[in-house]
């Protein structure tokens, strides 16, 4: 187990990871379709994508979580 004061960081890992899989899976598959290279161009696009999703999230997550609280009682 890892300890507590992980626990935002280790939700926006696994946030940026799986919401960049589903959005690559799914754009790729409308962009090119499926076929023989489909899992290659995903991949690819993944490998793109995935420190993208996951730098974006570690430098907007805190943010949006102080704009929530703020907006919220």
């Known amino acids: ?5 992980y ?10 990871f799986g919401m960049s899989l589903f959005m690559t899976l ?7 379709g499926i076929d023989k290279e489909f899992i ?3 991949l690819k696009a993944w490998a793109v994508g995935l420190p993208i999703a996951i730098s974006t999230a570690l430098i907007v ?3 949006a979580r102080r704009f ?4 919220t009682k």
Not at 26 to 32: A, K
């Open 40 to 42: 290659n161009r995903f």
């Open 61 to 63: 997550g805190p943010i």
């Open 1 to 5: 187990m890892f300890p507590k004061k």
């Open 7 to 16: 626990s935002n960081l280790l939700f926006i890992l696994i946030m940026g």
């Open 26 to 32: 799914i754009i790729t598959y409308i962009n090119t």
């Open 68 to 71: 929530v609280d703020k907006i």
